[in-house]
């Protein structure tokens, strides 16, 4: 007998019929002898639905209360899943993020995982129910509820996987694996039959929408192996694991993009310790998460400081920063540009292959495609462009690097 854990996320669950549907894939694997537990989002568009009520009777609607509010979309969703399973002759129960023992802290709307106690959770398998968790909920230890922010559901199930020791976690979705690219973008993507934990999460923190990064940290630190597969299909998906050797015969493993992003730049800095620590410091106190950082000294002795994040955040961003100008010296100034996208190119096989950048900005400048900020990790390369050329950037570093085709063993 195996214990299984699944996340199935607000499209799977977003009608009657698919609720039903995903009732019989959880009885089917209870019939062949496993126990199962079912990690639900908000049926689709409900969590948008209730913002929405919201900010009707507020513009800027309390984060504790929208904690309370958006948590009770889940909350909806395991009840319907575990009647439909009682509906079906299973012995099926459903528990909220405080049943299942997830503590949190931080922020709210963007509370993160401290600790799981599973008691509860252990209890009603050695009782054999399928269990049905809330996902993207947990509580404070003074009993305040959570919300986990984007991709919370796919956390919940890592962490309750990690928990309960299971056998095997499968992120079931609308998609059925980790393409070498995003299919809509590039016709020709191919699905990948695994992927290593750092590349992973080297394309969640790229723009690939299949996984939120901080999902893949957590699996990655508890060593919880994952398969992202499709609630649709019974295709095998793609398993999310330990790097091995034989990965880094595979120089570039996908291509992801991340649109809707600015660059802020603060000119005539003056070279001298602390100046970085104090712009972003600034930035994450007011909790806006950088991206792509960039600095240089030029001949007079200023420095230069450029960095990427969400456009969404730049707003905030400029508030934050423009109390520290000052205090960096009379001429600091502040410049911001919008309107870009930032593509990545990842692979553990970097490591051991060289001319990898080489061969993708040639391809970008035989295609007329314009760069700005270059970063480099270990094993990815990651560029901005212009936001109306990003598709055409996709396509043409995905057939230099020929990720259409199967690799040869």
């Known amino acids: 007998m195996a214990l299984i854990v699944q996340k199935y996320g607000g499209s799977s669950v977003g009608s009657l019929d698919r609720i039903r549907n995903v009732a019989s894939r959880i009885k089917k694997l209870r019939d062949e002898g496993n126990q199962v537990v079912a990690v639900v989002s908000a049926m689709g568009g409900v969590t948008d639905k209730l913002i929405g009520m919201a900010t009707q009777l507020n513009e800027n609607p309390p984060e504790r209360e929208l904690d309370v509010l958006l948590s009770s979309g889940e909350q909806q969703s395991i009840a319907l899943l575990a009647t439909a399973l009682q509906g079906m002759g299973v012995d099926a129960v459903s528990a909220t993020g405080r ?18 106690n599973p008691s509860l959770l252990q209890a009603y398998l050695d009782e054999q129910k399928v269990i049905i968790v809330a996902g993207f909920q947990g509580v404070t230890q003074t009993g305040l509820i959570h919300t986990l922010g984007r991709g919370g559901s796919d956390l919940t199930a890592i962490a309750v996987a990690a928990a309960l020791k299971a056998d095997l976690c499968q992120i079931l979705t609308d998609v059925d694996g980790v393409y070498t690219c995003d299919p809509r973008v590039v016709k020709n993507a191919r699905k990948l039959p695994e992927i290593s934990y750092d590349e992973m999460l080297e394309m969640a923190s790229s723009g690939s929408k299949v996984m939120q990064s901080r999902s893949v940290e957590f699996a990655k630190k508890y060593g919880v192996v994952f398969e992202v597969c499709s609630s649709l299909n019974n295709n095998p998906g793609t398993l999310v694991t330990e790097e091995h050797p034989a990965m880094e015969a595979v120089v570039i493993r996908g ?9 802020v730049t603060i000119t005539d800095i003056p070279d001298r310790p602390g100046n970085s620590a104090k712009i972003l410091g600034a930035l994450a106190d007011a909790e806006i998460n950088v991206d792509m950082i960039v600095s240089n000294i030029a001949s007079d002795g200023m420095a230069r400081h450029s960095f990427t994040m969400h456009t969404n955040d730049l707003g905030r961003a400029q508030a934050a920063l423009q109390p520290v100008l000052n205090s960096l010296s009379a001429d600091a100034q502040l410049e911001t540009e919008a309107g870009l996208a930032k593509l990545s190119t990842v692979g553990i096989g970097m490591r051991s292959h060289s001319g990898v950048a080489a061969k993708m900005f040639q391809a970008l400048g035989d295609a007329g495609i314009n760069i700005g900020m270059i970063s480099t990790s270990e094993i990815k390369i990651a560029v901005t462009v212009d936001e109306t050329a990003i598709e055409d950037a996709a396509r043409v570093v995905h057939e230099v690097f020929e990720l259409d085709k199967k690799p040869v063993a």
């Not at 503590?103 to 799981?116: A, F, L, M, N």
């Not at 291509?255 to 660059?263: G, H, M, N, P, Y």
């Open 99 to 116: 049943q299942a023992g997830i503590v949190t802290s931080g922020s709210h709307t963007r509370g993160r995982i401290e600790d799981i």
């Open 255 to 263: 291509v992801s993009i991340e649109r809707s992003q600015a660059r």
